[in-house]
């Protein structure tokens, strides 16, 4: 065999063992029996122990040196040597007993962060934390970094991003945002229903959204989780799920969200299935799907002019006395709060602003995880106006800390950022774009996104890809356009 088809062949192994394991987590999360937690946790281990071993296989890393020589190689196998040597360089630089330890360590600190945020206890999770800051800067030492520890685990996440480009993307953004949190907050009125929402007809209406965005039910599902999220386990197979609160409109904007993302992955072309160019580029360049159709499009006077009166038959006594102006003004309210996953868009970056500066203070080992409530709550304070009450609703709400995953908040952010860029673009190519909107039909809009950006998977490093979109790098601008544009219409 030659040396490009014994790669492909080691990239389709390694693939369906991902899509494996996928298929594990989603059952976990979905429909797996309580009393199974500890059998399935096995077999994770088991997994993760054999992919680990493929993964860094000395004969993979030969087939990627002599792949270095080979003549002719078209785009698209360049690009899959390429992603397949930054999986390989990255699973052999960190020890085996490494791996093995910070796994042992995650898994721990999961359970104990659950229970201290219960209780709504920092102590109880500090030593662990503290473990995982030190862990975690030992893994910057084995990626290997330029400037900044903090660079090495940034680029995890998204391929080439470093503190450097992070702290100057929120350099642009802070102030301005900043002036808009004051300039809106509280102009419009939240939204009251009279009644709570039956999760039937919750799931109804979040398929017939997916439906009317174009998500391809004989290439995916919709089910029910704790925690939407969604997943790819196989070339035809993208999944969804969605949760269902008696309360509020989470359900809509978590269907448009994870709908998001599974329609850039159902986008790409079958040329690159079963291998690792089968797969969304990277978390930002992903966010920004998710994000363009759950705000962009899906937070839109046009999108409501034409879904509200659906939405009103689908549930009339919880919309009894709801207008569509302030359903406008509801679901686009600007106001200061201290969850980051409740957020409005005007707030949300800077929420992220502030796990940023945290992580990089803890990191360069400036901030001990001692102080880390108080810097918190101090930060919460000047940069949202409110006061953290508790460490539950501070320091603990988010999961990310524990799994040992620092340096991935930026690319939500870079995922608002490039939403707004990649739709300015759009909006070039159909200056009717409200009126496409409208009709509820998203042909024309999924034919350019998939033209676009969908169908090249993983085939150009992410920031390539916005710049073949978008012509430019990433630019703040924007997105801080496209909200003045939107919010100053809502709250004036
Ligand atoms: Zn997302």
Avoid at 53 to 62: I, V
Avoid at 103 to 124: G, H
Avoid at 457 to 468: D, H, R
């Amino acid at each position: 065999m030659d040396t490009m088809a014994a790669l492909k062949a080691r990239s389709a192994q390694l693939v369906d063992l991902h899509h494996i394991m996928a298929l594990m987590q989603w059952d976990q999360e979905v429909g797996m029996p309580r009393r199974a937690a500890a059998g399935r946790a096995g077999q994770f281990a088991t997994l993760s122990g054999l992919l680990h071993r493929q993964e860094t296989d000395p004969k993979l890393g030969e087939l990627l040196a002599r792949a270095g020589e080979q003549p002719e190689l078209s785009g698209v196998e360049q690009a899959l040597v390429r992603v397949l040597r930054r999986s390989y360089n990255r699973n052999t630089k960190l020890p085996e007993a490494f791996v093995t330890e910070f796994a042992q360590l995650t898994s721990e600190a999961q359970a104990c962060w659950v229970e201290a945020r219960q209780r709504s206890d920092f102590a109880l999770f500090r030593p662990l934390l503290e473990k995982l800051v030190v862990m975690s800067r030992r893994q910057a030492d084995y990626f290997g970094y330029a400037d900044h520890p903090y660079d090495a685990l940034l680029d995890i996440y998204e391929e080439g991003l470093t503190t450097a480009a992070t702290e100057q993307m929120f350099a642009r953004l802070k102030e301005p945002l900043i002036a808009r949190v004051h300039k809106w907050q509280g102009r419009t009125p939240g939204l009251r229903f009279a009644e709570p929402f039956a999760g039937a007809d919750q799931e109804r209406f979040a398929a017939r959204l997916l439906a009317a965005m174009g998500f391809d039910f004989d290439r995916g599902s919709l089910a029910r989780s704790i925690h939407p999220f969604s997943t790819t386990l196989g070339h035809h197979d993208r999944r969804v799920t969605n949760r269902y609160s008696p309360h509020g409109l989470d359900f809509v904007f978590g269907a448009l969200h994870e709908g998001g993302h599974a329609l850039y992955e159902q986008g790409i072309s079958d040329e690159l299935a079963h291998s690792h160019l089968d797969d969304g580029v990277s978390l930002g360049i992903h966010e920004s799907q998710s994000r363009l159709w759950e705000n962009i499009i899906g937070r839109s006077r046009p999108f409501w002019e034409r879904f509200f009166p659906e939405l009103q038959t689908f549930f009339p006594a919880q919309f009894a006395g709801v207008d569509f102006e302030s359903f406008i003004q509801g679901i686009n309210r600007v106001e200061p709060g201290l969850i980051r996953v409740d957020s409005d868009e005007v707030c949300y970056n800077l929420h992220v602003l502030i796990r940023f500066e945290l992580e990089k203070a803890l990191l360069e080992g400036a901030l001990a995880v001692a102080d880390l409530p108080v810097a918190w709550n101090e930060k919460y304070d000047e940069y949202l106006g409110v006061k953290v009450g508790s460490d539950e609703v501070g320091v603990l709400q988010d999961i990310h800390w524990s799994h040992g995953s620092f340096g991935y908040f930026p690319t939500y952010t870079i995922g608002n950022l490039a939403a707004a860029q990649i739709w300015a673009q759009y909006k070039k190519v159909d200056s009717d774009y409200e009126q496409t909107i409208g009709t509820g039909d998203f042909f024309k809009i999924r034919q350019w996104l998939t033209e676009q950006l969908y169908r090249h998977g993983s085939v150009y490093p992410p920031t390539e890809l916005l710049e073949k979109v978008t012509g430019q790098p990433l630019d703040s601008k924007y997105f801080l356009e496209y909200l003045d544009d939107k919010i100053s219409g809502i709250a004036g």
